[in-house]
Every structure is written in structure tokens, then in C-alpha cells.
């Protein structure tokens, strides 16, 4: 570790020169520093980004400023307590503290954390900042905070765990949150003197409880305090969330919303003076439109309605690309019916994955949770279409194609070109359909009346199923001699493992699963159970386990565990412990002992796998392209071989959704390659964040899926023009007009002669819609 003392010849080096010796260091490589500090300001800061972390131990006593301006990429650990404004400015820095921080902490902060193991002093988190295309900043105060905290906090989270508070009557200090206007505050304790003008009390909701069990126990590792985890994450009413008020409730307050032209004579004009804060200087009476402002071709910039130009950021993340903001928008126009029918165009299960078994990565990018936290409750959209009829046919044709797999990759594909009007044959190994969907998913988590009924309506699109027909070499010679196409889905379900001394007396994770949805259970009863791979799928294991009657379950994975969302809570609640890095060195079953590579081991009875899985494809031609043991396929599904496709899990690993996605679109390509149409690549462009106004939106925030209308108010509609007419309004030119288009729909038109380029559509535009493009 490279050292830098900042007292030389008993003499206290300057904060400038320390800050110098500081920056040589990283540009000459060092990458770990020690700093002995002697009151220097600014330690750690501004050190731009490199291609390896920073890491900073600072000893002594440091400054004021301590990470100030800090960039991502610089970790610095202060091994004792630090003076005023620690964090100032941060920009990426992640900053520890083992000790108390003073006054303005992370004082307009933007991006980075700021781990503290005891309290903060007053006017912390003062003036922080949001920014859509960064993580939110994250400030933790392990004890309590001083007055005036939070002031004019405009964005980022801020967490105070409430241990051993120097205040109890409130750990939030006096009047908190004062000129709040965003960001959120999670909170133990008690903190009644915040600011009712400015922010409001909330109880925490699943969104609000799962992100911070999630990123609590880093925290304490990080200030050697792990052994507090299960006090602060045993109950969640102990917690409590302050947000700013919206803009809607904050005018209630004061009597109502106030019309624009009474707002700047009544108000702005009181408080700032007649013509704004350079009326003074602007002996104007005349406040007219001035003959310099241009229009038409002269506008340097000009607006476009580009409706449904970009992908709102549900559809962008969904694998298997359901527009959530198109049926939403039917569910607002009444047409519930066309919505449901449009779900079941892309998925032949939603009730059965969004509704039930897919972590929903939509609903993690919807942008009312990265403004509000509160996300479309889209998997409650999917259980919407459970007794939905299956959607007419087109006209029958005369190909034939076969779907080897029955799984969710397969099921897609089928459904898909059914509803194009292709006779289908699906050969399954198993007795029955749905793949791992049906074969390894706890029924804790998904229903089996929920999975038979959308079966039932698959197989009432006449799909031919051969259950119990494993594809043999010489069967799929027959196959692609009898069919005009054949999509090859039969997943992934020949268990990985690692070959360390007695991985032949380990259970694959799989195995265990099938048996246990084959009613043929494999007994656990009172047993010490070591999982090793710590993903979603070991957790479904660990849930099963314990119904299996395991005394304990441990899972052990080589980095941080993937697992996340319902299954990981599941599986905690059920007191499922995991451990990470461990690499598993060997295991004696006659010693019942796991023992890992660092020396450590475990107390064991069983010993079960989940590491992934990989396809078998024994059954194939030679030629096939493969890429380790996968099949290699363009973006439309299509193999190097003509007439032969793939999709699901014998082409990569995924989620439930990416074989759903998969299986549509290979089915597109069969139907467009039948018909010799060349299809355009898939390229999306999703709408940018910082394009949607969630302010439009603030006085609808329902916090649960009461029904469909609650959702499809609640969405953002990202990308696709809501019709509010905001843009309309708002131009003072008049020069935005709706009309109604030949089709029944509309569009929103601008007069050229009357724009000015001003930009007041984009901005105003709830949806991102409006777009100002530069003058050629």
C-alpha cells in the first residue's frame, strides 16, 4: 500500500501540496493509498475515473471536505471521525466513516454513498440532487442526525438507522426536511418536527422494504457493524419514510393551485419584484412580444410529435416485449377486451409469468419507480388475462412446423404460429407441458389451477402434442424429413456440477425439484442442507427444502448471490442463510462436512447443486454451430442450418421471459421466412428518463393494483402521447392543434408559421413525446 504523511520533518504539509502528492500517486498506477492526515481539506477528491477503483485508507485527523467532489470509481474508509461537510458534492465516491461525521455531510451530493458509523452533525444531506442516468445517492447514519437535516433535499436516499440516538424525542434533529422538494428519507425512530409545509410521513411499502433489507447488510459490513442486520431488518414497522410533497399537494395547502397569470402578480412578483429579479434593469412597461423572435424557417430549432418513436422503458426491458403503455391505454379507453388480446399476441402465459414467476424487470425500470418508487404493478396486469379466451386464428395455411420442447421457449413459438395460421406439432419428453415451469417451480410460488388453465387455453388452438416423445438422432431425421420447418426448443436441463473430490455424492438442484413436483419428494427430514449457487433457482431449492423437512439451509456461492426479489425473500423468511465467496475445496459425506478452499467448512447432511444447467443436443447434426454446448442463432432465432431455428435455453441461459421473447420471435422468422420477407433488425431505442415529467402524475398515487383502471392511471405512459393536451395548452403562440386522423385516431400538428422553436412542448410533455430538433 503506498503511503503519503501529511506531516513531513514535523511539519504539517499544506492541503494543496497533499492533494498533489495525492493525484501523482494515481496517475503514476497506485491504486491503494494511506493517508496520514494532519487537518488537510479535501482528501480523496476529484480523482477522475481509471479502468481500476481507488481505494483511500485515511488515518490521523482529516479535514474539512473529506471526498469532496469525489468521482466514481474512489472508495476512501476514514478510520475515525470527520469535521464539516464530508461528501461535499460527491459524484460518485463511495465514503466511509468509522466514526461521526460533523455539519453538511454530503452537502449537494449527486451520486455516491456515504457510510457512517456513528451520527451526523446538523445540516446534513443538505441540497442533494437527483440525477436519472446514475443511481440515487445513499447517505447512512448509523446512530441519528443534528438540526436542519435534509434541507432543501431534492433528491437521493438518506437512512438513519436510529441506534443509541443522542436525542430519542427525534433522530432526525430539529426541523428536518425543511424546503424538501424530493428524494427519500428511511428512518427508525422517532421524528415528529419535520416539515409538514414541505413533506409528508409514510409507512414503508414492499418496494421501500426490500430495497433497504437489500442494501443494509452492505452497510454494516462496511462499518463493521453486521452483527445489528437482524435488529434493523427484523421488523418493518419499526421503519418510517418521509418524501417531498408533490406540487398538487403542496398547493392544496395554500388554498389551491393558482392560474398562472395570478401566480405572477400575486405571488412571484410580491416576492421577487415587478419583472423578475433583473426588473431593476429593465425599464419596460411594454411587455410584448419582440420583433427578434423568429419563426419558420428562421427558428434555429423546431418540434416534432414523435409518438411511439421510442420504447417505453416497461417494453424496452421486457424479454419478451409486452407494451405496457399500449395496454394500459386501451384499459383508459374503455377496451378491455383489445387489451387482453393484445397480451396473449406476445405471451401464450402471462397469468403464469408475469403474474406469478417473473421477477419483472419492467417493473424495475417503469419510471414511476426510479421517480417515485412505486412502480405499475404490471405483474397484476398480467393475472388479468387467466380466463381470456384464446384470440382467433388467421386463415389456416398449408406448412408444417415442429416445436421440439414443450417449455416455455416452444409454447411461445407454437402459440405464435397457430395464431398465424401453421399446423403445429410439439414433441415433449415429459407426460406433460410447461418445462421447468411445470417441472421445478415451487407451487408455493406459482398455483398449478394458474399454469393448467393457460395450458388448457393453449391447447385449444389445436396444437398437436406428442408428450412422453424424447428426439432421438433418428427421430429427427424423420422430423425434418415430415415438416417444413423445425424450431428447436427442448431447453436446458442436463445439470452442471464441479468436480471436486465427492461431487458424485451432491444432489443437482434440478433432480430435486422434478422429483418433488413428480409427487416422488427426496426426504429431508431434520437434515443440515449446503446449497451451492446462491441464484433464484437455489433459492426455489431452499424453499423446497425446508417443506421437505430440513432442520437448516445454507447457500454458498462464489461472489455475491444473484438471487433477488420474491424468491430470495422467500427463502429468507423461511431462514435460509447464504455465504459468499466460498469455493468449494471437497465434501466426505461419511464425515458429513463441506470444506472450502479458505480453510473453513460446514456441518452437512446433504448436499445440493444449482449452478445451471446446459441443453442436450446429442440428437443433432454435426454441423450444428454451437458456442459451449449452446446453440448459435441469429436475433431472429434462425441457425446456420435452413429450415431449422432455436429459441429459449439451448441458445443461452435466462429467464422464463427471455424464452418466451425468444420463442415469439423465431416464430416471426419461420412465418417470414415461409413468405420470403426479409425482416429489419430488432434495434429499439428506449425513451430517455429524464424526457418523462412525473409531475403531470402526482395526484394519482395509489400505492397498491386495486384493478386494472388504478394500474392504467397510474402509468406514465412512456413514449406514447396520454392525449392530455398539456403541449396544446401550454404553447402561448397557438401553434399545436389535435386532429383527427382518417383511421379514428389523432395526432398532435404544429403550424410552422406560427412556432417559434421555444421548446415549451418538450418540456411540458408528461410522455416525452415532443422532441426539439436542430435546424438543418
Not at 74 to 98: F, M, Q, R
Not at 434 to 441: A, F, N
Not at 609 to 636: C, F, N, T
Request: aromatic content about 8%; charged content about 25%.
Amino acid at each position: 500500500m503506498y503511503e503519503i504523511n501529511g506531516i513531513v520533518d514535523n511539519q504539517r504539509v499544506p492541503s494543496k501540496n497533499l492533494e498533489e502528492q495525492i493525484q501523482a500517486a494515481v496517475k503514476d498506477g497506485e491504486r491503494d493509498l494511506r493517508i496520514i492526515a494532519d487537518g488537510q481539506h479535501g482528501i480523496g477528491g476529484r480523482l477522475w475515473p481509471t479502468p481500476e477503483d481507488k481505494k483511500l485508507i485515511i488515518d490521523g485527523t482529516s479535514g474539512q471536505r473529506v471526498g469532496g467532489m469525489g468521482m466514481m470509481g474512489t472508495k476512501i474508509i476514514i478510520n475515525g471521525s470527520c469535521s464539516d461537510d464530508t461528501g461535499w458534492l460527491n459524484c460518485g465516491a463511495e465514503i466511509t466513516v468509522l466514526g461521526d461525521v460533523a455539519n453538511g455531510a454530503h452537502n449537494a451530493g449527486a451520486q455516491g454513498k456515504l457510510y457512517v458509523q456513528g451520527g451526523g452533525g446538523a445540516r446534513c444531506d443538505t441540497m442533494t440532487k437527483f440525477n436519472p442516468r446514475f443511481a440515487p445517492l445513499q447517505s447512512w447514519y448509523f446512530r441519528d442526525v443534528g438540526d436542519s437535516f435534509a434541507e432543501f433535499k431534492a433528491g437521493g436516499i438518506s437512512v438513519v438507522c436510529g441506534i443509541n440516538p443522542r436525542h430519542p424525542r427525534s433522530v432526525l434533529g430539529y426541523r428536518p426536511c425543511v424546503g424538501m422538494v424530493g428524494g427519500t428519507i428511511y428512518f427508525r425512530g422517532t421524528a415528529d418536527d419535520y416539515s409538514r409545509k414541505d413533506s409528508r410521513l409514510e409507512e414503508l411499502n414492499d418496494q421501500d422494504w426490500e430495497w433497504l433489507i437489500s442494501n443494509m447488510k452492505p452497510y454494516l459490513e462496511a462499518i463493521d457493524r453486521l452483527t445489528y442486520l437482524e435488529e434493523l431488518t427484523k421488523t418493518r414497522s419499526d421503519w418510517h419514510k418521509i418524501v417531498a410533497l408533490a406540487p398538487a399537494e403542496r398547493s392544496s395547502i395554500g388554498g389551491g393551485r393558482l392560474p398562472m397569470d395570478k401566480f405572477r402578480l400575486e405571488t412571484w412578483d410580491n416576492e421577487v419584484g415587478r419583472g423578475g429579479i433583473v426588473g431593476d434593469l429593465l425599464p419596460i412597461e411594454d411587455r410584448t412580444i419582440l420583433p427578434y423572435i423568429t419563426y419558420a424557417e428562421d427558428r434555429r430549432f423546431y418540434p416534432t410529435w414523435d409518438n411511439n418513436r421510442f420504447e417505453a422503458p416497461c417494453t424496452y426491458n421486457c424479454p419478451t416485449g409486452i407494451p405496457t403503455q399500449t395496454r394500459t391505454r386501451l384499459i383508459r379507453e374503455g377496451r378491455l377486451e383489445e387489451m387482453l388480446d393484445l397480451v396473449l399476441e406476445y405471451s401464450p402465459l402471462p397469468a403464469t409469468v408475469c403474474g406469478k414467476v417473473c421477477p419483472n424487470p419492467c417493473m424495475d425500470a417503469c419510471s414511476r419507480n426510479i421517480f417515485l418508487r412505486e412502480p405499475v404493478e404490471i405483474g397484476y396486469l398480467g393475472s388479468l388475462n387467466l380466463e381470456t379466451e384464446a384470440p382467433a386464428k388467421a386463415e389456416a395455411r398449408k406448412e408444417n412446423v415442429a416445436v421440439i420442447g414443450g417449455g416455455p421457449a416452444g409454447l411461445a413459438a407454437a402459440w405464435r404460429l397457430a395464431l398465424d395460421g401453421i399446423n403445429v406439432t410439439i414433441f415433449e419428453t415429459e407426460d406433460k407441458l410447461g418445462g421447468k415451469i411445470y417441472q421445478c417451480i415451487p407451487e408455493e410460488r406459482l398455483p398449478r389451477e394458474i399454469l393448467n388453465a393457460e395450458l388448457e387455453r393453449f391447447k385449444s388452438l389445436g396444437v398437436e402434442v406428442k408428450t412422453n416423445s424424447a428426439v432421438t438422432t433418428e427421430k429427427f431425421t424423420e422430423i425434418e424429413n415430415d415438416f417444413d420447418a423445425i424450431v428447436l426448443a427442448g431447453g436446458a436441463h442436463a445439470p452442471r456440477t464441479i468436480p471436486f473430490p465427492g461431487y458424485e455424492d451432491v444432489i443437482p438442484g434440478i433432480t430435486f425439484l422434478k422429483a418433488l413436483n413428480n409427487r416422488q419428494p427426496i426426504k429431508l427430514d431434520g437434515q443440515r442442507v449446503v446449497i451451492i449457487g446462491a441464484g433464484n433457482v437455489g433459492m426455489d431449492i431452499a424453499v423446497e427444502a425446508y417443506n421437505s423437512g430440513a432442520e437448516s439451509v445454507i447457500a454458498v456461492d462464489i461472489q455475491a448471490p444473484a438471487s433477488f426479489g420474491k424468491e430470495q425473500q422467500m427463502a429468507a423468511a423461511r431462514g435460509t442463510r447464504i455465504l459468499y465467496p466460498k469455493f468449494t475445496d471437497r465434501y466426505v459425506k461419511d464425515e458429513k462436512k463441506i470444506y472450502f478452499k479458505d480453510g473453513s467448512y460446514l456441518d452437512v447432511d446433504a448436499v445440493l447443486i444449482s449452478i445451471g444447467e446446459s441443453p442436450e443436443l446429442d440428437y443433432l447434426p454435426e454441423d450444428m454451430a454451437k458456442d459451449r454446448g449452446y446453440l448459435v442463432v441469429d436475433q431472429w432465432g434462425r441457425t446456420n442450418r435452413k429450415g431449422l431455428y432455436a429459441a429459449g435455453d439451448v441458445t443461452a441461459p435466462g429467464l422464463i421471459t427471455h424464452a418466451l421473447g425468444a420463442g415469439r420471435y423465431t416464430a416471426q422468422a419461420v412465418l417470414a421466412d415461409f413468405d420470403s420477407i426479409t425482416l429489419a433488425d430488432r434495434n429499439p431505442i428506449m425513451v430517455d428518463y429524464d424526457r418523462i415529467r412525473s409531475e403531470y402524475y402526482e395526484r394519482d398515487r395509489q400505492k397498491t393494483a386495486e384493478d386494472g383502471d388504478t394500474e392504467a392511471l397510474r402509468c406514465l405512459s412512456c413514449g406514447t402521447c396520454r392525449d392530455c393536451s398539456t403541449c396544446e395548452e401550454s404553447c402561448f403562440r397557438g401553434a399545436i392543434t389535435r386532429e383527427e386522423t382518417e383511421d379514428g385516431g389523432y395526432e398532435y400538428v404544429v403550424n410552422e408559421d406560427q412556432c417559434i422553436g421555444c421548446g415549451f412542448c418538450a418540456a411540458v410533455c408528461p410522455c416525452g413525446i415532443w422532441q426539439m430538433n436542430p435546424a438543418l
